[in-house]
């Protein structure tokens, strides 16, 4: 690890002007690219105290060994001049967008003789016009298919077209009429390039013409008396508007745009873009990065620009590109966009109306698209172990830490104080073995507390329970819990590694109720969410995970599992008690009865100021319970009246449903509270 001061520039050295830097590691690989308004204050960033940098910079610099820099006139020029870089350099350090899968193009050879309608792949080729990407290259087949009747281009291969030639005999596409047929003469190049022109300029969004050319073309014929052709024209335009059905219109104005939308966490992020042309969606493409340097969402969306029309001209550079965050300073940027199309390009968020709304559906496809390149990740057998390897390593554990239980504490304001236990083996959830617990030791807010009552309780069930036959026995006394085999579920074995969401205070906490329980033989560590840091008892420095680290992603995936289930455990608790009556503190008193007494009477107010008498004329309700109910109401306190604040008047409680359920489960004093967790 080098120190940063080894090789920082000499005070004057770093002009102060615009310019591309590079950072190299002792063996002269270029690690990172950077582009500055002002190479002196930017490169003055990064040789600051190790302390004030941000953990994926630090280990940037210390990994460097030198830096050098390029100065250029404008902002503009340093701008192409980082692009070309980290084409070429491939710097680990700068973020670097993959395909999240190859898109295919709809491709019109145009450098050919007679120009060739096909499926493309990969890098574009010059003299090649591109529509796309799609999704599946079955949806481009299909948009051929309609457009063949209307605009019957050569689709074969060069080898079926030169053997159609040499015989003289056209392929099935010619003899049926989707196909012009120029291998053998029934048009000539000039005609069959023309033909292909149209068919790229309906495919860029101008139908209208075509449209209109067609309909009077019929109109014609059928004036003429033509009925064969008319009827061959009408099942041609009935073909066109299909085909642009399948495109609905999402834009008003036929619109050219490109829509680029960001979903990001601490690790990755995954872009959508939508390409808009003629006003409709024309393709859709997705990209996945790592964030193994600091970046904003502006620069995410910079880095994506680049990417997107670094190779681009002309009109593959629409008007105007909608993005989520605008890269700062924007006008480089904008200027940059503005020469690869050769006209002015708008670069802005949108504010209101279609396109704005638009840009909602492509935020809702980046992030469900980070989502499923999670579920990916976290499904291949291959990561999972490097993962488990990793963290053992940088835990200094024995072997991998197969069984992993991850502990987090949820409340409001020091209310309805819980808990939450999730559990994952060999890298999978085992939402079997989720459990749950309410704070029961003390009253108020205090995460320190919560924590070691927690894995206190947790861990003196695993004594007891070891003791014994290791069966899990429900805290009534009946049978244990059943795995989904049927078998009873054991865990009179331990995990090998306990994770708390939190920092060193929680981590002492956990640990200290361990060795009260004469535990020495499970790991106990932290992840603080501030910067991501594994914290491990009585250790003054944490464990730096590096950022594109499968073991970190882990321990995140287990921590954020552990507070979705903790906060909805919470906000189930919490919801209970808002709906609580006291009718649930009738004993005997069930749903069907309750309803039956709200619906006789129409509101709890009502009931609550009903006689034993009227309540005993409920269909179903006793003299007794007729007592019961009218006890358990004189016992609540009397409801807060709700005030209208604007005009003062106290308002009715006519509420007909106010019933609602317990006011939680039933807890045995001082016994834990452990139950099997239910995903809702």
Known sequence: MADPSSYRPKPGEIPDSPGVYRFRDERRRVIYVGKAKSLRQRLANYFQDLANLHPRTRTMVTTAASVEWTVVSTEVEALQLEYSWIKEYDPRFNVKYRDDKSYPYLAVTMNEEFPRVQVMRGHKKKGVRYFGPYGHAWAIRDTVDLLLRVFPVRTCSAGVFKNATRTGRPCLLGYIGKCSAPCVGRIDAEDHRELAEEFCDFMAGRTGTYLRRLEKQMMEAAEE??????????????????????????????????????????????????????????????????????????????????????????????????????????????????????????????????????????????????????????????????????????????????????????????????????????????????????????????????????????????????????????????????????????????????????????????????????????????????????????????????????????????????????????????????????????????????????KHFGSVKKLRSATIDQIQEVPGIGRKTAETVAAAFARAAPPVPAVNTATGEIIDDEEPDATGGSSGEPVTAGAPDERRGQER
């Open 225 to 598: 008396m033509e009925y064969e052709r008319a009827a061959r024209l009408r099942d041609d335009i009935e073909a066109l508007k299909k085909a642009m059905e399948k495109n609905a219109v999402v834009l008003a104005d036929a619109t050219d745009a490109d829509l680029i939308a960001v979903a990001e966490d601490e690790l990755e992020a995954a872009l959508q873009i939508f390409h808009v042309r003629g006003g409709r969606v024309r393709g859709q493409r997705g990209w996945v990065t790592d964030k193994v340097e600091e970046v904003t969402t502006a620069a995410l969306v910079e880095h994506a620009l680049q990417q997107l029309y670094g190779e681009e001209r002309g009109d593959a550079v629409p008007k105007e590109v909608l993005v989520p965050a605008l890269p700062e300073p924007v006008e480089p940027v904008q200027q940059w966009l503005a020469e690869r199309r050769g006209s002015n390009v708008s670069l802005r968020i949108p504010q209101r109306g279609d396109k704005k709304a638009l840009m909602e559906t492509v935020q809702r496809n980046a992030q469900q698209a980070l989502a499923l390149h999670k579920t990916k990740r976290a499904s291949d057998l291959t990561t999972r172990s490097r993962a488990l390897e990793e963290i053992a390593d940088a835990l200094d554990l024995d072997s991998a830490p197969l069984r992993i239980e991850c502990y987090d504490i949820s409340h409001l304001q020091g209310d309805d104080v819980v808990a939450s236990m999730v559990v994952f083996e060999d890298g999978l959830q085992r939402k079997s073995e989720y459990r749950r617990f309410q704070i029961k030791g003390f009253e108020g807010q205090d995460d320190v507390r919560s924590m070691h009552e927690v894995i206190t309780r947790r861990f003196r069930r695993y004594l007891s329970d070891k003791e014994k036959t290791g069966e899990w026995v429900d805290e009534d006394g009946e049978g244990g819990l059943k795995d989904e085999d049927g078998r009873p579920r054991k865990f009179a074995y331990p995990p090998q590694l306990v994770v708390v969401d939190g920092g060193p205070p929680q981590v002492a906490a956990a640990k200290r109720a361990l060795d009260e329980l004469g535990i020495d033989d499970i790991v106990v560590a932290g992840l603080a969410k501030r910067l991501e840091e594994v914290w491990l008892p009585d250790d003054q420095d944490p464990v730096v995970l590096p950022r594109t680290s499968e073991g970190l992603y882990l321990l995140q995936r287990v921590r954020d599992e552990a507070h979705r289930f903790a906060i909805t455990y919470q906000r189930t608790k919490r919801a209970k008690r808002f709906r609580a009556s006291p009718l649930d503190d009738v004993p005997g008193l069930g749903e069907t009865r309750k309803q039956a007494l709200i």
